[in-house]
Structure formats: C-alpha cells, structure tokens
C-alpha cells in the first residue's frame, strides 16, 4: 500500500474513534481553473473553531516523502499543502493564525458555522478531494505549523507549545518512541499519552516536556526514558537528567539503551559493522559492570515477548546475560536460541551449526550426557549415543533407552514407526512402546489401524511374506494370512491372497469371501467387483447385489432427482441399475 494511502487510513481510524466522527466543510464549490482555496472547517471545541485554508486544490500533500520519514533538519518554503491555520470564536472572532501566504484573514472571509454542511471524516468531496483527517474535530492536540521556514507547535486553540523558531523537530510518545510523522497529529488528552519534543536550532537539539526546557546546545539529543536523555557533545556520547545533571560523562563513541541497561563502546563505529563493534555493559545506577567484551546483543524472545534476558557474544561462543550484565550461561554457543515451548531453549554450537543444544529455562543443558540431542515431541527429546537413538525429558529422565536404530512420528496421528535390529514396532508421541519391534515392516492406514509385515524365518529369499491387522494398541485384528491389505474407504479393507480379492469391515471381519479377480474402492455406499468374466456391485455389508455378468460398470451417483444409479452395458446395451440392483431400463 502506498505510504500517503496507508497514513491516510490510519488516521481516519484513529481520529474516528477518538472524537465524534464529524467535520465541517464550506457548501461551495471553487472553480477549478482558477484553482481557488479549499476551506476545511472542523467542529468546535471549547467555543474554538479550527479553519484550514488549502489554496491549490490540486496539491494536497503537506510534506513529501522525505521528509515524512526523517527529521525535519530544514524547512524548505512550500508551495503546496495547508497554507494557513485559523482560530475564532463562535461569534466571528479572530482568535490565532498561522498564515504562509502573508494576507491577513477576516472572518468575514469564511462561512458561519450554521452554514457549514457535516460529513464524515473519510467521505470524499470530489474526485480530486479527499477530506482532511490529520487535524481531528474533538480532544486535545498539538499541530506542527511552519512559518518562514521555521518550525513550531501549536494546540487546538492556537497557543504556541514550541515558538515558531525551529529548524527542525522531532516527536517522541509516551513510551519515549519516536513518533517520525511528527508533523500530523500528536495526542495528549489523556495523561498518560503525554509526549516528548527534541528541536534542532543552529545545528544543535534541546528537549521540551510538560514540565521543562532544555534550550538547544548538544549535538544530538535522545529522550531515552523518564529522566534520562542521551546526549552527544564532540561526537562522544553521554547521559543526563533532566537538570542537566551528568548521569555518564560523554566520552564513548556509541551509547545504547537496552530496557535496564545501556552498553557502551570506546571503538570507532563509522566504517564497520556495528554487530562486531565490542560493547561494555553500565548497570541502571551508570556503574560500569564489564569492559568491552560483547557483541550482537539481542533480546531474547519468549512466548513473541522479550524475555529480560539477553543473547550476547564474546570471541570465544555466545551465551545469555541478565539485565544487571552477569552471565546466566556458558559462552560456548552459536546462534539466538528459540523457545518453542516456552520451557527450553534450542540453539546451536557457535563455529558449527549442525550441533544442537537444548537448554533449560535456567540455561542448563538437557541430554549433555549424550552425543546428539534434538528436540521431539511433547516436550520429550531425541538423543543419540554412538549410533543408537532414544528419547529423554527435560529433567534428563530416561523415556526410552538409546537402543533403537530409528524412529519419527506419523504426520496423521499421534503414533510413530520405531525401528530396532531391522524389526518395527510402533511408539507413541509420549514414548511409549505399544507394539514392540517384531514385525519385518509396518504402516499406517489412512484410518490409524496398521499393517504389519511377517516373514517366515526359514525363507531365505524373503519371499514368503504374509501381512495383517493390527489396531491402533497393538491387538492383531487378522490373521497373518493375506498377501496385501489397502484401504478402499474408511474402516474397508481390500484383501489379497495370491490373485484373489475380498473385502474386510473395520473389525478385520471378512466380510466377503476371497474369490473375486478385482475389488475398486467403495463409492455411496457400492464397490464394483469382477468375478470370471462380469463386473457387479458389492454392499458394505459384503452382500451381492447383481449377478455378475455386466460390462463397463459406472459408480453409484446421484442423479437429478437424488436417487442413486449406476450405468453398465449387458450384451452392448447400456443400462441403469438402482441401490437395489434391480435394473429400471
């Protein structure tokens, strides 16, 4: 989306929902070739009536790109945008104005009120023209206004906040972020939505609250939380209160806030990578706690929320640090941990990203007993000892012993294939056993039950390999009898023994004989058969329905009027056969 189009939304929302959603417009039309001002009126407020004066209705934009998205370090004049701002009573008085075309306004010059039509705050008034929503109608607001390329604040009744006397000005919320559309609407009617101000005056900042005024003298000045700013003074970085008390000297070269603590740097960080730069760490009372040892100090994340904690790195490996500087780890590891689960970290080795380390809340490790470790499911962990795999938890307890050769979980249910001395078993999600390795192959069915695989020892070709049934728990449901089991639908099984096909229910119950050459998949309720040389339908009870003696069968459908039918040919005719085989024509 474009940045004027999303800006645009976004205030509407914002002032919609904070004020009665209501602005006044003049009920004239301008002509467009002249291209004569458009006058905005917005509701009163405490008996004050703002009035925004447009002259070209073709330039609507108050400040281009580059500017909306860096401080304002000069004002250049403009030609386009809001060229004035008028203030008056509801008897005509004028109150304040802030005027870039130079002619004084009388109001005389402007609708009365009772004139002005109401219309929401994103209706549009022509084509070209899209109703103003950066100056709301309702509640307390600062306004950036410029006159002869100075900057200043103002509030909705006109009275100065910063005079007109700027070179530039930044705004910060109440939560010392920087607010970089400092020119649009600042809210301050509720009071803990108080902001912040840095102005720039002759190359330098000064800071501006509610409560006091740092005239512009640094050069740079940061509002980093209540009562503290960061200053820079000889290109050397310091803080100080809001009395211009030193909190730290200015001497290191990059100073920077992390919630609780800063970090600081004596390097030179113009032309290298800030990540390499070493910082040292100064506690929240400006006491120095180490030297300049760490780099890449991250957040650590936990739950999409920073945990207090801190990711840093040192030549040596990475680790975790608190908000006081102590280390909480050893520094032996690579990349920022993840916290799946909300209960371990997961992270690499520092100089090999194919090690993996499992740490608990505490940054212990989990598994360092073991050669490999990686995390599973439920919390459970897999670890490997010489080539042999099981499965621990996060208090080290053994949940199944490393003497498996493999095993994964099914995608589809909560059960997975464990292999051990080239037998399968299967194991659930939590690591219990439930089928022990004993079976020469195995595999889920689309409806959870398993087929399993024997192979007669004393066959030396592996060639005589029966399969059957086993259930989710491990109960053999058929004998091993049958040459192939596959689902034709779920809880139908078609069988094989050597050519010949029939059909099981969900219970592993024959409920056909095995004699037919094929079996295809049930569909509504029927499943084609071909028996010798004829084709007919089979029930889900395994009940004949036809004679089997039809050529080129079609599945059960619905036709037009919601009966089931099915097509087949019988000596070169086509015919249509109902749900009870009987054939109607």
């Known amino acids: 989306m474009h940045l004027k189009t999303y800006l645009f939304t976004f205030l509407s929302l914002l002032i919609f929902y904070n004020s009665n959603g209501q602005i006044r417009i003049a009920s004239f039309e301008f002509d467009?070739?002249?291209?004569?001002?458009?006058?905005?009126?917005?509701?009163?407020?405490?008996d004050i009536q703002m009035i925004e004066i447009e002259y070209n209705n073709y330039e609507k934009a108050r400040v281009d790109h580059e500017d909306a998205i860096k401080p304002i370090s000069s004002i250049r004049p403009?030609?386009?945008g809001h060229n004035a701002i008028i203030f008056r009573t509801k008897n005509g008085e004028l109150l304040h104005q802030y005027n870039l075309k130079g002619n004084a306004f009388k109001p005389t010059d402007f609708?009365?009120?009772?004139?002005?039509?109401?219309?929401?705050?994103?209706?549009r008034l022509n084509s070209k023209y899209v109703a103003k929503t950066n100056y709301p109608s309702y509640g307390k607001y600062n306004f950036f206004v410029t006159e002869n390329n100075k900057a200043g604040l103002i509030d909705t009744l006109g009275t100065p906040i910063l005079e007109v006397v700027y070179d530039g000005l930044l705004s910060y919320n109440h939560n010392f972020n920087l607010n970089s559309f400092v020119m649009f609407d600042t809210r301050n009617d509720q009071e803990q939505e108080k902001c912040f101000y840095t102005m720039k005056s002759n190359g330098k900042w000064g800071f501006k609250s509610d409560k006091i005024t740092i005239e512009p003298k640094y050069d740079d000045l940061i509002p980093i939380k209540q009562n503290v700013l960061k200053i820079k003074k000889n290109n050397k970085y310091g803080l100080i209160n809001e009395k211009e008390e030193s909190?730290?000297?200015?001497?290191?070269?990059?100073?920077?806030?992390?919630?609780?603590?800063?970090?600081?740097?004596?390097?030179g960080i113009e032309n290298i990578d800030k990540y390499a730069t070493l910082y040292g760490i100064i506690d929240f009372n400006f006491k120095i706690k180490t030297q300049p040892i760490y780099n890449n100090i991250d957040d650590i994340i936990e739950n999409y929320y920073p945990s207090g904690k801190y990711w840093?790195?040192?030549?040596?490996?990475?680790?975790?640090?608190?908000?006081?500087?102590?280390?909480?780890?050893k520094f032996k590891y690579g990349s920022m941990p993840q916290n799946p689960y909300n209960t371990f970290y997961r992270t690499t080795g520092y100089r090999d990203s194919n090690k993996y380390y499992i740490l608990n809340l505490d940054f212990e490790e989990i598994g360092k007993n073991y050669d490999a470790i990686y995390d599973w499911k439920n919390q459970l962990f897999t670890v490997k000892k010489g080539s042999k795999l099981g499965l621990i938890d996060l208090n080290n307890k053994v949940v199944l012993p490393c003497e498996y050769d493999s095993f994964w979980q099914e995608s589809r249910s909560e059960l997975g294939t464990l292999i051990k001395n080239k037998k399968y078993g299967v194991i659930t999600s939590k690591g219990v056993v439930v089928i022990p390795c004993k079976y020469d192959d195995l595999y889920f069915t689309v409806d959870n039950t398993i087929v399993a695989t024997l192979i007669d020892a004393n066959d030396k070709t592996n060639r005589?390999?029966?399969?059957?049934l086993l259930s989710a728990n491990g109960n053999q449901m058929t004998s091993f009898v049958y040459d192939e089991i596959e689902t034709i639908d779920y809880g139908f099984y078609r069988v094989r023994i050597d050519t010949k096909y029939g059909v099981l229910n969900k219970d592993g119950k024959e409920i056909t004989p095995v004699k037919y050459d094929e079996i295809y998949r049930y569909r509504n309720g029927f499943c084609i058969a071909k028996l010798d040389f004829g084709y007919g339908f089979i029930d889900t009870s395994g009940k004949e329905i036809t004679h089997f003696y039809y050529e080129k069968p079609s599945d059960f459908n619905y036709n037009a009027a919601k009966k089931l039918r099915a097509k087949a040919y019988l000596r070169g005719k086509e015919v249509i056969i109902d749900e009870n085989g009987k054939v109607i024509y």
């Open 464 to 468: 005589n390999r029966k399969v059957g």
């Open 247 to 267: 909190l730290i000297e200015p001497i290191y070269t990059d100073l920077i806030y992390k919630n609780d603590f800063y970090l600081y740097t004596t390097e």
């Open 312 to 329: 840093a790195c040192k030549t040596d490996g990475c680790g975790a640090i608190d908000k006081n500087g102590n280390e909480i780890s």
């Open 111 to 123: 609708l009365p009120a009772e004139k002005c039509i109401t219309v929401t705050h994103s209706s």
């Open 32 to 46: 467009k070739e002249k291209k004569g001002p458009t006058i905005v009126y917005y509701n009163f407020y405490n």
């Open 78 to 80: 403009r030609n386009y």
